[in-house]
């Protein structure tokens, strides 16, 4: 059902006027009803007609009164809240309600410019993630293009019998193997970090002790190393508390991280532990080139490298690797840190918090 629309400000002033209205009637019926001879001659305090005057100009500036401040504590407010709600529906989000008085109104106005607030972080953040999506695709893109052109020019210039002697025949098999190596790589890698992007993955957490943990992983790690021209130096005893991780997340955090260290580092690895703030803290350093300061920030980025070509084509990287640490040891409760200089040397930190 529709009601009439009547102005409330309108309301309550008729409302008001009517009031001293019929005031004012009531107290001309009496003047004019009134005896003066009466009262003619007597004292001026006993005269009727200043009393009357008094106090006709005591309602009227009564009710003056509450008219400003009913407008100034109710109708000022309510237009100020009506502007920027008709600016908010336009889309512009900055327009605050200013308006501090300590009522209920008051209150109902600064939990109308929260409500402002908390919706320009929301869409700010969904531009965030809408942009970050299509710097997603863009990437993907490109990066599972330029393998596959390449492997289609290489089987294409095979096919047209450009390839003559039996060694470029092998080294062009060599370079496609290696691209749909590549490109296996990069997919893997995808998977797991959309599949954590969309939380659908599973942590299966218990309660494990961490230095049975780090010997395990680093048991292994260590025979791979034997192979390398780099030392890898595991600050031993590893801290010995309990930690709620994914066993196999937690392997593939460190390994990640050692893949990355063993890919930059120039001669050395060093794994450190020690316990931090009720946090198990994990070291991982190299002596490699380190990462320039102004582009540290972005490490953690999905498909983010510091040199595309070089990492890229050199190292095999996706970009993925450190954004998937990130995703999984945020998913554990803990975070994860970076401290590099250039030409001395990286180190990740890792933060888990201590199940005691
Ligand atoms: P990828 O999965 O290709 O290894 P990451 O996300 O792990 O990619 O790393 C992103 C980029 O960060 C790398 O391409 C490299 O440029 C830089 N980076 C990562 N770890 C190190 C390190 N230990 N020392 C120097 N640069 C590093």
Redesign the pocket.
């Known amino acids: 059902m529709k009601s009439n629309r009547f102005s409330l400000r309108a309301l309550i002033i008729l409302s008001l006027a009517g009031i001293l209205l019929i005031n004012t009637l009531v107290m001309i019926y009496f003047i004019v009803s009134f005896d003066f001879q009466e009262v003619a001659g007597k004292d001026i305090v006993e005269n009727p007609y200043l009393w009357l005057g008094v106090f006709m100009v005591l309602v009227i500036l009564f009710f003056m009164t509450l008219i400003i401040i009913i407008n100034k504590a109710i109708f000022e407010p309510i237009f100020a809240m009506k502007r920027a709600a008709e600016h908010i529906k336009s889309g512009n989000l900055n327009y605050p309600i200013v308006y501090d008085a300590e009522n209920e109104i008051g209150d109902f106005c600064r939990e109308f410019d929260k409500m402002r607030i908390r919706l320009k972080d929301t869409i700010q953040e969904q531009h965030e993630i809408e942009k970050r999506r299509k710097r997603l695709i863009a990437s993907i893109t490109h990066d599972l293009r330029t393998p596959l052109t390449s492997i289609k020019g290489y089987v294409e210039a095979i096919q047209d019998g450009i390839v003559k002697d039996q060694e470029t025949y092998e080294k062009y098999l060599e370079t496609i193997s290696d691209k749909a190596d590549y490109l296996n790589h990069l997919i893997d ?1 995808l998977s797991v970090y959309t599949k954590q992007e969309l939380g659908e993955f599973t942590l299966n957490r218990e309660r494990l002790n961490s230095g049975r943990l780090l010997n395990s992983y680093f048991d292994h790690k260590t025979e791979d190393f034997r192979e390398l021209p780099l030392t890898l130096i595991l600050h031993k005893p590893f801290i010995s508390t309990f930690i709620n991780v994914d066993p196999y997340r937690f392997n593939q955090i460190l390994e ?2 050692i ?3 063993q ?3 120039n001669n050395v690895i060093e794994v450190r532990t020690r316990v931090v703030n009720y946090h198990l803290q994990i070291t ?1 350093s ?1 002596d ?4 320039p300061e102004d582009v540290i920030s972005n ?10 070509v ?3 084509k050199e ?11 990130k995703q999984l040891t945020e998913r554990h409760d803990g975070f994860i840190s ?1 401290n ?1 200089i250039v030409g001395k ?2 180190t ?1 930190t890792v933060d888990f918090p201590l199940d005691l």
């Open positions: 890698d990640n991280l893949n990355n260290a890919k930059y580092a991982i190299d490699g080139d380190g990462i490490i953690f980025d999905p498909f983010f490298m510091v040199n595309k070089k990492d890229q190292k095999g990287g996706s970009g993925l690797g450190l954004a998937i640490v970076v590099s040397g990286t990740f």
